[in-house]
């Protein structure tokens, strides 16, 4: 597809539950980009790539939260023993070579809800 | 990265022009401007940047003076369909993460 995409598009938890997101970047974006948003608050940054290389993970909350990108193209963001307060929107950013600074593009987002 | 200040929110209605100021105090000489837009149930996207005196797109224009210590957001002849969250942010690009404030929730009025 033309832009970035998520699945699934909502996500309903027990606590405890182990959940994974997936996000699929515009084909060819090196660097991809996880952002929690909680409901009323803009996009907190989680963690970067480049290409398959994780350069940033400072925004990761706990060691519950994992991100990877095996091949450099697809990311998957687990979320291990979840808690009500990982309940949230969380957003994949990709963004590729050309473009202004800060310019990224996002998908639609994933809704978590723990329960 | 540089911090911003921006309205929490503004309303106004269909047709007028609105304008969101934005004061970015300690903008560094390598800052660039970027502004996004989020509509409920989708992702920032982002409209405009720019670096000094105007920018001009498709969707809005951009006012930052000669100091660039703040910036103007303007949104000609705004609809319904404008109502969304506006984030100022300013970064050279150099540390890729984007720091988004609450920005501004504008809500357009018929």
């Known amino acids: 597809g033309a832009g970035v995409s998520q699945s699934p598009r909502y996500k309903v938890a027990k606590r405890g539950q182990d959940v994974a997101l997936r996000c699929d970047p515009i084909?060819?974006?090196?660097?991809l980009f996880w952002y929690q948003q909680a409901l009323g608050q803009g996009p907190e940054f989680l963690t970067y790539?480049?290409?398959?290389?994780?350069?940033?993970k400072s925004g990761l909350p706990s060691d519950r939260f994992f991100a990877e990108r095996p091949e450099g193209s697809v990311s998957t963001l687990k979320i291990q023993r979840t808690q009500q307060e990982d309940s949230a929107v969380y957003l994949c950013?990709?963004?590729?070579?050309?473009?202004?600074?800060?310019?990224?593009?996002f998908g639609p987002g994933t809704r978590l809800t723990v329960l | 990265l540089a911090k911003t200040t921006q309205p929490i929110s503004m309303d106004s209605y269909e047709g007028q022009e609105v304008n969101i100021t934005c004061s970015h105090n300690?903008?560094?000489?390598?800052?660039?401007i970027t502004w996004y837009q989020q509509f409920p149930s989708q992702g920032p996207r982002f409209i405009i940047q720019?670096?000094?005196t105007k920018v001009t797109n498709e969707v809005a224009s951009l006012f930052i003076p000669a100091d660039r210590k703040s910036s103007t957001l303007s949104l000609p002849r705004v609809s319904l369909s404008d109502t969304a969250v506006y984030y100022c942010?300013?970064?050279?690009?150099?540390?890729?993460?984007?720091?988004f404030g609450k920005g501004t929730r504008l809500h357009i009025l018929p």
């Open positions: 720019g670096y000094k």
């Open positions: 950013a990709s963004r590729g070579r050309t473009g202004g600074y800060n310019e990224q593009f």
């Open positions: 790539f480049q290409n398959e290389a994780q350069l940033d």
């Open positions: 942010l300013v970064g050279d690009g150099g540390d890729d993460k984007i720091i």
């Open positions: 084909s060819g974006h090196v660097s």
């Open positions: 300690n903008i560094a000489t390598n800052d660039y």
